[in-house]
T-cell receptor, first 110, second 116 residues
Framework: QKEVEQNSGPLSVPEGAIASLNCTYS??????FFWYRQYSGKSPELIMS????GDKEDGRFTAQLNKASQYVSLLIRDSQPSDSATYLC??????????FGKGTMLLVSP | GAVVSQHPSRVICKSGTSVKIECRSL??????MFWYRQFPKQSLMLMAT?????????EQGVEKDKFLINHASLTLSTLTVTSAHPEDSSFYIC????????????FGSGTRLTVV
């Protein structure tokens, strides 16, 4: 079974800290990885995509991919209360459709 | 960027009636679109994969006769909830991926369905 695993949280961090969100996947054939942010009552919003090993930075967000360890992470620097949301990790296993983890709730306290 | 429009955003209907939800890709073509359902405080659940010009593929446990999907063009997929019941009340979200490129899937804004 092709799975994407995330800790459900909540992950609580103070404002200004670095939030680290982690995700593992089971299918070694996965080539594409995504992080989505979902605010309560809203639909998911794509915030990062990563396809090759290493780091990819976009503003305060850094996605990290380690295919050997089958591990994807998202770092949020200078966390803000507005970053409080559920973060969904997703992977495309082989030629299958996008597979989501259950999401990690992030709470950033002022 | 890729934009997916979904409407209505909210709908309240009576038990036994049918509701149609539309999902449009505005600036790209999508041969495949996806329909999800999300109950409060739960994760996204993929209901079905909508394929342009062919029958939809439903996930296990999803009644295809109750949730009718039509993907008549490269930019439009519709989900019709037939004979709706209160237990069908949920947040329905569509998503699409551009036919070309390997970018992430874009989600519509979702439809909050309440069956009374």
């Amino acid at each position: 079974q092709k799975e994407v695993e995330q800790n459900s949280g909540p992950l609580s961090v103070p404002e200004g800290a670095i939030a680290s969100l982690n995700c593992t996947y089971s299918d070694r054939g996965s080539q594409s990885f995504f992080w989505y942010r979902q605010y309560s009552g809203k639909s998911p919003e794509l915030i990062m995509s990563i396809y090759s090993n290493g780091d990819k930075e976009d503003g305060r967000f850094t996605a990290q991919l380690n295919k050997a360890s089958q591990y994807v992470s998202l770092l949020i620097r200078d966390s803000q209360p507005s970053d409080s949301a559920t973060y969904l990790c997703a992977a495309v296993p082989g030629y299958s459709t996008l597979t989501f983890g259950k999401g990690t709730m992030l709470l950033v306290s002022p | 960027g890729a934009v997916v429009s979904q409407h209505p955003s909210r709908v309240i209907c009576k038990s036994g009636t049918s509701v149609k939800i539309e999902c449009r890709s505005l600036d790209f073509q999508a041969t495949t679109m996806f329909w999800y359902r999300q109950f409060p405080k739960q994760s996204l659940m993929l209901m079905a994969t909508s394929n342009e010009g062919s029958k939809a593929t439903y996930e296990q446990g999803v009644e295809k006769d109750k949730f009718l999907i039509n993907h008549a063009s490269l930019t439009l997929s519709t989900l019709t909830v037939t004979s709706a019941h209160p237990e069908d009340s949920s947040f329905y979200i569509c998503s699409a991926k551009p036919t070309r490129g390997r970018g992430g899937y874009t989600f519509g804004s979702g439809t909050r369905l309440t069956v009374v």
